[in-house]
T-cell receptor, first 117, second 111 residues
Framework: AQSVTQPDIHITVSEGASLELRCNYSYGATPYLFWYVQSPGQGLQLLLKYFSGDTLVQGIKGFEAEFKRSQSSFNLRKPSVHWSDAAEYFCAVGLSNSGGSNYKLTFGKGTLLTVNP | EAQVTQNPRYLITVTGKKLTVTCSQNMNHEYMSWYRQDPGLGLRQIYYSMNVEVTDKGDVPEGYKVSRKEKRNFPLILESPSPNQTSLYFC??????????FGSGTRLTVV
């Protein structure tokens, strides 16, 4: 069965510092990969996605993520964190038996980001 | 505005009293899904639908029912709610392989 691991439950960074949130998945094939952000009391917002092609993808709010097939990883990065980035971040993996859009989306358990002033 | 609308946002009910959480999307998306979110467990899929009249179980379907009679609506039905169904529920929709758009959530408490 597919699984998604976010090793860090909680990360604290200072405003202006760089950020990297880790995500690993377990499956033989290359899945669809997503990062979502959830602000307190809100629904989830899509930050970025990877389907194929260039392994470095750009998203909204200055975030980027890099797919590394050899490490089965899809880590999220931001060069300079803002206080408004404090939220919970979820990595998600979509696997399709047929290779099409009928995929099942599985989420990691999330990483809570705290930003210190 | 393109969105997924869930109602109600908050609901407190008693054990065994049937309830329905509604979900509607205005983006003509084929795929819709229900997730529940619990502390320490992340989001787990309850049911999903690939199109009208086509639904399938997710990871935690026990105690839930769904229907997809119209493309825009995907209600979640709890026939006999129990306290272990106290959770934060999200409806989501997507077109093709693109990422899901999520609703704002329904916080359900079963006492």
């Amino acid at each position: 069965a597919q699984s998604v691991t976010q090793p860090d439950i909680h990360i604290t960074v200072s405003e202006g510092a760089s950020l990297e949130l880790r995500c690993n998945y377990s499956y033989g094939a290359t899945p669809y990969l997503f990062w979502y952000v959830q602000s307190p009391g809100q629904g989830l917002q899509l930050l970025l996605k990877y389907f194929s092609g260039d392994t470095l993808v750009q998203g909204i709010k200055g975030f980027e993520a890099e797919f590394k097939r050899s490490q089965s990883s899809f880590n999220l990065r931001k060069p300079s964190v803002h206080w408004s980035d404090a939220a919970e971040y979820f990595c998600a993996v979509g696997l399709s038996n047929s290779g099409g859009s009928n995929y099942k989306l599985t989420f990691g358990k999330g990483t809570l980001l705290t930003v210190n002033p | 505005e393109a969105q997924v609308t869930q109602n109600p946002r908050y609901l407190i009910t008693v054990t065994g009293k049937k309830l329905t959480v509604t979900c509607s999307q205005n983006m003509n998306h084929e795929y819709m899904s229900w997730y529940r979110q619990d502390p320490g467990l992340g989001l787990r899929q309850i049911y999903y639908s690939m199109n009208v009249e086509v639904t399938d179980k997710g990871d935690v379907p026990e105690g839930y029912k769904v229907s997809r009679k119209e493309k825009r609506n995907f209600p979640l039905i709890l026939e006999s709610p129990s306290p272990n169904q106290t959770s934060l529920y999200f409806c989501a929709s997507r077109r093709g392989a693109y990422g899901y758009t999520f609703g704002s959530g329904t916080r359900l408490t079963v006492v």
